[in-house]
């Protein structure tokens, strides 16, 4: 599966910003996709998972209630809609696709190319 993430960019805090990730070469809906962010000189971290047909969703503690994960099978195609975007969410942002529902970056099988998101205060 290739992924390619879209939709970074740079935001005031309390924006708010839609990431973007596109999937070829396999089948989409075959694949749990998840979203993970890191920061310069600190580790990947999980932001949110979705499972294959969209029913089930995860996330991390620090974005629960203002991020959303939701996916379009149709158009091969993951989300990530981020509200009231705090400084300290700036980070390269990651999609990534799983044959599993995991949660971490390890139980990841593709990875896409990171997204900047830069929120200023």
């Known amino acids: 599966v290739q992924l390619q993430a879209s939709g970074g960019g740079l935001v005031q805090a309390g924006g708010s910003l839609r990431l973007s990730c596109a999937a070829s070469g396999r089948t989409f809906s075959n694949y749990a996709m998840a979203w993970f962010r890191q920061a310069p000189g600190k580790e990947r971290k999980f932001v949110a998972t979705i499972s294959r047909g969209g029913y089930r969703t995860s996330y991390a503690d620090s974005v629960k209630g203002r991020f959303t994960i939701s996916r379009d099978n149709a158009k091969n195609t993951v989300y990530l809609q981020m509200n009231s975007l705090k400084p300290e969410d700036t980070s390269v942002y990651y999609c990534?696709?799983?044959?599993?529902?995991?949660?971490?970056?390890?139980?990841?099988?593709?990875w896409g190319k990171g997204t900047q998101v830069t929120v200023s205060s």
């Open positions: 990534a696709a799983a044959n599993s529902y995991v949660l971490y970056a390890g139980g990841m099988d593709y």
